[in-house]
């Protein structure tokens, strides 16, 4: 097994997490540090785990969570061993927390919220940044009023600096005097995010934290729990942390509501294909040379926390729809009528949707556009035409119908190439162009003024239907 370097000297197995918070949607840019973290173990042959953090338990609904769950399966992430799910840990939280306490890592803290509200309005007028002034740190317990609630704090380093080495971001530090005594266990004796996240994440034995830089602060953090557990439990290894920055908007700011779709499941009710969001996903913030497309295997055998960018990147809508008609073009037939079926409706026939994918896709960006390509294949006659369509249809246009239709009547031979003969013939009689001929036929044959090729149109509905179309839009023969 391939292995990478952690922060220590030993050199362990690659395992990575994606920790994703139910919040109703899986939204695009955490699925993009999911998809970093589970490439980057797939390339070590390493372990990608996920966490669910639920432990927001009016968020963390099981629907809530199997958003996240469906959403990851569709984009083919598939994780390795059980799912771990934070709610069902926090009795191990508290464990953590109270080893430290035992050891004189972390202390008691009986101020009460009043007391705290006080602090920081003293601190606010006095210009001073807002953080816990460690009043309980080195006061004596007994000093505490009897059977009064207490939360327990972590005794982080009053002096120096916290260092990471960070996999995208360098090096980058912070004055400890920055960081105070944040709370472990509330005076309820439930844990605090800041403790089940690095609790979970080292009992999950990672390696590696791959996740978004707005985590970069708790990182910091993080490790102060780490490093006071070391002397304590074994297996609290500082893991290389990689925070990604997150993804912007065209318009550069934050990637929000009003730049309009963030789900995962947006997307896919947009008719982009999941290869296309993985693939669109990875080139956002990553980079191999100047080529656009990957493979899965491709992109798990090239994927390094080297060639992520340092910088935002730009959510542009634009080129992942070019990016999807690349990969519908690439899809396989069958699979896509079969994935555009149900969005014409129950009239859809997946074998004649087969048939005609090779020239439908030749267009389309997305799965709905495909959609609404295919859907004259099924229309019924007499078709309502489209006022562009209807326009194209004047009298001289009906009596060449007519005149076509007689024509095809007698072709024998249903083919392209037999039909193209026949209809150039007629338009080297007529001493018009081909187009000519085309554009009224295409109208009376599928109701629209864009389709696949005029031919492969009459292929695909094959010559009693397309016979029957035409006559419904020819004049009487002259
Ligand atoms: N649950 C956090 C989120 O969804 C991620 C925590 C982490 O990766 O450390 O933003």
């Not at 990689?242 to 009003?258: C, T, Y």
């Not at 309009?260 to 947009?270: C, F, H, I, K, T």
Request: hydrophobic share 40%.
């Amino acid at each position: 097994m391939a292995s990478s370097s952690g922060n220590g000297s030993q050199v362990r197995p690659v395992v990575t997490r994606f920790a994703p918070s139910p919040t109703g949607f899986l939204h695009i840019g955490n699925a993009r540090t999911g998809l970093f973290s589970w490439l980057y173990a797939r390339h070590f042959g390493g372990k990608a785990l996920l966490r669910i953090e639920d432990t927001d338990k009016k968020r963390s609904t099981q629907e809530a969570i199997d958003v996240i769950l469906d959403g990851l399966d569709w984009l083919g992430l598939e994780f390795d061993g059980d799912t771990v799910y934070q709610s069902q840990r926090a009795e191990r939280h508290a464990e953590v927390a109270l080893k430290l306490l035992e050891a004189g890592q972390a202390y008691k803290c009986y101020a009460t919220p009043e007391e705290l509200a006080e602090m920081r309005e003293q601190q606010k007028a006095a210009k001073q940044p807002m953080r816990y002034d460690g009043r309980w740190r080195d006061r004596d317990p007994s000093e505490a009023p009897e059977g009064a609630p207490f939360t327990v704090r972590i005794k982080t380093p009053e002096g120096g600096e916290t260092v990471i080495e960070d996999a995208v971001q360098g090096r980058v530090k912070v004055d400890n005097r920055e960081i105070d005594d944040f709370i472990l266990l509330r005076a309820d004796g439930t844990p605090t995010y800041m403790l089940a996240v690095v609790v979970d994440d080292m009992d999950m034995g990672c390696t590696h934290i791959i996740r978004g830089d707005d985590h970069l602060n708790n990182a910091f953090r993080q490790i102060q729990v780490i490093r006071a557990m070391q002397g304590i439990e074994d297996g609290w290894n500082e893991p290389t942390y990689a925070h990604v920055p997150l993804i912007h908007g065209n318009d550069g700011a934050k990637l929000s509501k009003r730049h309009g779709a963030l789900g995962v499941r947006d997307y896919r009710e947009m008719g982009i294909l999941p290869e296309a969001l993985f693939n669109y996903l990875l080139r956002l913030g990553w980079g191999h040379g100047d080529q656009e497309e990957f493979s899965r295997e491709e992109a798990i055998e090239l994927f390094d926390i080297a060639g992520v960018n340092k910088g935002p990147s730009r959510f542009d809508m634009k080129k992942l729809l070019s990016m999807n008609g690349n990969y519908i073009r690439k899809a396989d037939d069958a699979r896509l009528a079969k994935l555009v079926a149900p969005l014409i409706g129950s009239q859809a026939d997946e074998g004649l949707l087969t048939r005609a994918m090779p020239e439908l896709k030749a267009r389309a960006r997305d799965l709905n556009e495909l959609a609404d390509g295919a859907s004259f294949l099924f229309k019924r006659r007499p078709l309502e035409l489209t006022e562009k369509a209807a326009g194209l249809l004047d009298d001289e246009a009906r009596e060449r119908l007519a005149a076509i239709s007689a024509r095809l009547a007698k072709e024998t031979d249903w083919t392209i190439e037999a039909l193209e003969a026949n209809l150039k013939a007629y338009a080297e009689e007529l001493e018009l162009g081909l187009g000519k001929l085309a554009q009224p036929l295409r109208a009376a044959l599928t109701g629209q003024t864009t389709s696949p090729g005029i031919f492969d149109v009459l292929v695909l509905l094959g010559r009693e239907e397309s016979l029957a179309r035409i006559d419904d839009q020819a004049g009487s023969q002259g």
